[in-house]
């Protein structure tokens, strides 16, 4: 089954302890998101990927990092979180067409205490 | 950036009716796309607009565009209590590969 799939769902952790939310995709996407969900906000992009060792900013990446060694995998890296950092995650992948459907993971929910 | 606004931010109707959420963005587009998120869930595409249509259908989905408004209609016909969920528009720039910004949805109850 085609799918995206983020780990963990929930996650509750404490100021300053590094964690790392891992995102997958089965599908040989070329491009991948990560964004951040916020009542009010709306979708915030954080960093996307076009490709392997290619990423780039979005809207909001302050305090995260990303990586993307392999095709598959794109995880988000919160070297230090923060209590603003919680919210609920999606990662999100799409082929390499300028059309741009977007699949999306079922969302990691992180609280920093 | 935030380009996609939808309008309302909030509808409530009964099962039957249909429902009309609207979504206005800023600079030239690619194409447009609706998306639905149940409670807490990831996005669902429902549907895309590509610049140069003026309609699309699926199923008991009807979106519109009109790029001189620069402006989209999506509209649920029948609707049921299993539509209740988000929409979201999207939309994919006109230049450059298509990362997509979205909007911050409209919240749809449809009450039995």
């Known amino acids: 089954e085609a799918q995206v799939t983020q780990n963990p769902r929930y996650l509750i952790t404490v100021t300053g302890k590094k964690l790392t939310v891992t995102c997958s995709q089965n599908?040989?996407?070329?491009?991948m998101s990560w964004y951040r969900q916020d009542p009010g906000l709306g979708l915030r992009q954080i960093y996307y990927?076009?490709?392997?060792?290619?990423?780039d900013k979005g809207d909001v990446p302050e305090g995260y990092k990303v990586s993307r060694k392999e095709k598959r995998n794109f995880p988000l890296i919160l070297e230090s979180p923060s209590p603003n950092q919680t919210s609920l995650y999606f990662c999100?992948?799409?082929?390499?067409?300028?059309?741009?459907?977007?699949?999306f993971g079922a969302g990691t929910r992180l609280s920093v205490l | 950036s935030q380009q996609g606004e939808e309008d309302p931010q909030a509808l409530s109707i009964q099962e039957g009716e249909n429902a009309t959420m609207n979504c206005s963005y800023k600079?030239?587009?690619?194409?447009l796309q609706w998306y639905r998120q149940n409670s807490g869930r990831g996005l669902v595409h429902l549907i895309l607009?590509?610049?140069?249509?003026r309609e699309k259908h699926s199923g008991r989905l009807r979106v519109t565009l009109d790029t001189s408004k620069k402006s989209s209609s999506l509209l649920i016909t029948a609707s049921r209590a299993a539509d209740t969920a988000s929409y979201f528009c999207?939309?994919?720039?006109?230049?450059?590969?298509?990362?997509?910004?979205f909007g911050k949805g409209t919240m749809l109850l449809v009450s039995p």
């Open positions: 990927s076009m490709n392997v060792e290619v990423t």
């Open positions: 999100a992948s799409s082929p390499s067409d300028r059309v741009g459907i977007q699949y």
């Open positions: 599908m040989n996407h070329e491009y």
């Open positions: 600079t030239s587009i690619n194409n």
């Open positions: 607009i590509r610049s140069n249509e």
């Open positions: 999207a939309t994919g720039p006109n230049s450059g590969y298509s990362t997509l910004t």
